[in-house]
T-cell receptor
Framework: GAGVSQSPRYKVAKRGQDVALRCDPI?????LFWYQQALGQGPEFLTY????????KSGLPSDRFFAERPEGSVSTLKIQRTQQEDSAVYLC??????????????FGPGTRLLVL | AQSVTQLDSQVPVFEEAPVELRCNYS??????LFWYVQYPNQGLQLLLK??????LVKGINGFEAEFNKSQTSFHLRKPSVHISDTAEYFC??????????????FGKGTLLTVNP
């Protein structure tokens, strides 16, 4: 079946611009996650949704970052007034319904954001 | 907060040689442990995970890992590597049985390069 898809795959923004990154999770997956991967680093947790509810946003680095999942499927990560330090790969992952204990997260290919 | 240390940033090996990629995590009452692989321009793919039970975990593509609680380690091994195993490998941990067990903390990654 289809995996997690993300769009756009690449985004170049001028400093100060707003950007929106889209994630289409695997159909039927309840949980959705966003991670930020800086160059040469491992992914870092940003936020977690269960259906449409955002249950954890502790990893969002500033109030310029905002994520939503209004109908419990597609999610959008929005970054306002982008800064150079926002340049990174943004990964989306989803996981199926289950016990919630150590469920496998399935990752998309990521959106590479470059802020000039 | 959890932390993960991948002791080697790069590991070059020859084809058909054995390999071990090292991973240590910060101590906690209980943890879930994961190894993911990332091929160029692709998302992370789960190789294997430890939730409980047998400390030797077998995964896809001939990889295995051993959970060692006393040494807080979860090293990844393969007895004979192929050119196609060339990729970045990430170790990750989450709190086992806790309310935030969905939150993965990743190491910085190990680049495995298999040479002919």
């Amino acid at each position: 079946g289809a995996g997690v898809s993300q769009s756009p795959r690449y985004k170049v923004a001028k400093r100060g611009q707003d950007v929106a990154l889209r994630c289409d999770p695997i159909s039927g997956h309840v949980s959705l996650f966003w991670y930020q991967q800086a160059l040469g680093q491992g992914p870092e947790f940003l936020t977690y949704f269960q259906n449409e509810a955002q249950l954890d946003k502790s990893g969002l680095p500033s109030d310029r970052f905002f994520a939503e999942r209004p109908e419990g499927s597609v999610s959008t990560l929005k970054i306002q007034r982008t800064q150079q330090e926002d340049s990174a790969v943004y990964l989306c992952a989803s996981s199926p319904p289950g016990t919630g204990e150590g469920e496998t997260q399935y990752f998309g290919p990521g959106t590479r954001l470059l802020v000039l | 907060a959890q932390s993960v240390t991948q002791l080697d940033s790069q590991v070059p090996v020859f084809e058909e040689a054995p390999v071990e990629l090292r991973c240590n995590y910060s101590s906690s009452v209980s943890v879930y442990l994961f190894w993911y692989v990332q091929y160029p321009n692709q998302g992370l793919q789960l190789l294997l995970k430890y939730l409980s039970g047998s400390t030797l975990v077998k995964g896809i593509n001939g990889f295995e890992a051993e959970f060692n609680k006393s040494q807080t380690s979860f090293h990844l091994r393969k007895p004979s590597v192929h050119i196609s195993d060339t990729a970045e490998y990430f170790c990750a941990v989450s709190d086992g049985g806790g309310g935030s067990n969905y939150k993965l903390t990743f190491g910085k990654g190990t680049l495995l390069t298999v040479n002919p």
